[in-house]
């Protein structure tokens, strides 16, 4: 908890120098844009003011995801972050076709360009941005970090575009570059956003992680030693990076005696153990059933959520699920 917690301080520092850098480049972008008549300079400011969206919500997040779980909220704020991608990736989608609009039009109205302006304001954004980037892939595992390290990277290598597409326009005198260039960076802001979109209602939908196969975590719980059958299994994303599991595990009746606590306690404990070596699945619900007991599949209903560690019952039915 203590490393969290650090780990915690440290991305929101970074997310708060992140933040400000953006703001100051937004300006300066939106700014020397409209003197330079550059269209991708223009929208690389609404490119990076949508990073500073994707910032103040991963800051927001960060800070929610920090704070304990209460009675009310008894996952806690895993989620916080997830929602921050999600809304952060809609903006983006919306900005990028407003972009290649808008490059159209340029394309059918030319429009001059000052290429000098154009490059030395790129310049500072590849730096900048470039910075931001190296701080924040420490942290890229994180779904809500990576959505803003993405953003940053983009950027960067936008940016560096719009430093190329200013030395064209100044050995060629081609006013196409610019809104070329600009289609370019709103069909690179849409294809990393679409992937967060994805991976992010993926999760609040509460589908299985992508990298977990169902079928996998199956056959090695039915695996361990006494184990018979497990169904009505489900697993889901907590957070970005959480993964809880819950299912009904059927076991064997050894030689007709009944199955002793102890007994029930090992195979927990196996089937914990297997869960978190194989697939780093910590948070489980497991509900152990002995064999003779009347079994209902197909049910689909999501087992209760209360952490529930192991009880055996003999003469109990399902209607509770129904």
């Known amino acids: 908890m203590h490393m969290v917690a650090s780990n915690n301080a440290t991305m929101q520092r970074i997310l708060k120098i ?20 550059s269209l991708a300079l223009v929208s690389e400011a609404g490119h990076n003011a949508s990073d500073m969206l994707a910032i103040v ?7 929610f995801q920090s704070r304990p779980a209460t009675d009310r909220k008894t996952f806690g704020y895993q989620r916080a972050g997830v929602l921050a991608a999600f809304v952060n990736a809609l903006t983006l989608i919306v900005l990028a076709l407003w972009i290649a609009v808008s490059a159209l039009h340029r394309l059918a109205f030319p429009v001059k360009v000052e290429p000098h302006l154009m490059m030395y304001v790129a310049i500072a954004g590849v730096l900048m941005n470039g910075g931001i980037a190296a701080l924040l892939w420490k942290f890229s595992g994180d779904v809500n970090i990576r959505s803003v390290f993405l953003h940053m990277l983009g950027d960067t290598l936008s940016t560096a575009a719009v430093i190329a597409g200013g030395a064209g326009i100044l050995l060629t005198g081609m006013q196409w570059i610019d809104p070329v260039l600009s289609l370019l960076i709103a069909f690179m802001i849409l294809y990393s956003s679409w992937g967060i979109v994805r991976e992010t209602l993926n999760i609040l939908l509460e589908g299985t992680p992508k990298h977990i196969g169902l079928e996998d975590v199956r056959s090695l719980m039915q695996a361990v030693p ?6 009505d299994l489900h697993i889901w994303n907590l957070g970005s990076s959480s993964v809880a599991l819950a299912s009904h595990v059927t076991i064997e009746q050894f030689a007709e005696t009944q199955v002793s606590v102890s007994d029930c306690a090992e195979i927990l404990e196996r089937i914990n153990g297997s869960l978190w070596d194989k697939f780093h699945i910590a948070h489980t619900t497991i509900q152990f059933e002995s064999q003779d007991c009347e079994t209902v599949h197909g049910c689909t209903s999501p087992p209760q959520l209360e952490e529930v560690g192991a009880h055996h019952h003999h003469d109990h039915d399902h209607d509770h699920h129904h």
Not at 19 to 29: D, G, I, K
Not at 226 to 231: Q, S
């Open 226 to 231: 006494g184990v018979a059958n497990v169904h």
């Open 18 to 37: 992140s933040l400000a850098a953006t703001f100051l480049y937004v300006c300066a972008t939106l700014f020397f844009g409209l003197r330079a008549h």
């Open 57 to 63: 919500l991963s800051f927001v997040a960060v800070y």
